[in-house]
């Protein structure tokens, strides 16, 4: 079966790159914000035997867009696969690099909702045929899906992009200790014996604040801190400063879905990270590692 590309808007580097490894054939899309606040979305097509009976694959993350609306990439996703739907594809395929709300996976106050669950029920409404992602928080929410549901693991790929910067003597570090497993596994990247520790945090469930504390053995050694998110960077930053204070040489910072909110970078160069290493699950300038071989491999 032919198969056909849609790259969406919020992952056109990604995108293009997966073309390039399939050798596939792909559109855009052309979208705009009505006066009252509506999404409009069209497939850049002028002819719908391009997607008819075609084996589709559309390329959405989650990230958010210019004017920081995660909500508006959802969107943007239903009515992707909405419309190859109305004009007969024979199959469609999703992949969402990064997924939103993907840590909203539990309840930790009366009155929240699990909304990581429902988003993937949404999605799922709408009778994909498989869907594809890249270290999402809690795997355990694709179950939530009836179809194929595949989480991809990035960690051998940022772990040879640190390799080819140089570093040495490396210690990897998890931000808390629920982190630590995600750390372990991709300390073994690095070689069996590379040591991995983590630091205290706590978190204040009303105000989101959080406190860290840490005395680790770290003197001239490479510090890898390892997360799957860098939203605003708070979490990574106090990391940083307490590994510099522990006599880390060089500082990583390393995630696969670097979002970079609210002066991020500055906050986490201040610290004193060395570099910030994300993928191009997001489109920007932190997306140093391309996702686009390994789920080319995938596909």
Known sequence: MEKILVIGPASQMLGVRIRRELRIKSVNTETKTFPDGENYLRINIDD???IKNKEVIIIQSMGPSARGNQNARFLELLMMIE??????????IIIVPYLAYARQDKSFRIGECTFAKNILKIINSL????FFTVDIHNPKVLEELSCKAINIDSMSILAEYIKSRGAKDIVVV??????IERSKAFARHFGENVPVDYFDKKRDVKTGEITMKGQLSLKNRD???ADDIIATGGTMAQAIKIAKENGANKVFAVATHALMLQQATYRILDAGADEIVGTDSI????AKVSLAK?????L
Not at 127 to 130: L, P, Q, R, V, W
Not at 283 to 286: A, L, P, R
Not at 294 to 298: D, G
């Open 48 to 50: 719908e035997t391009v």
């Open 83 to 92: 419309s190859v739907k109305i004009m007969g594809a024979a199959k469609t």
């Open 127 to 130: 009778g994909i045929d498989e």
């Open 174 to 179: 998890s931000p808390d200790k629920g982190a």
């Open 223 to 225: 510090v890898i801190i």
């Open 283 to 286: 489109d920007n300038e932190m």
């Open 294 to 298: 390994a789920i080319a491999n995938y």
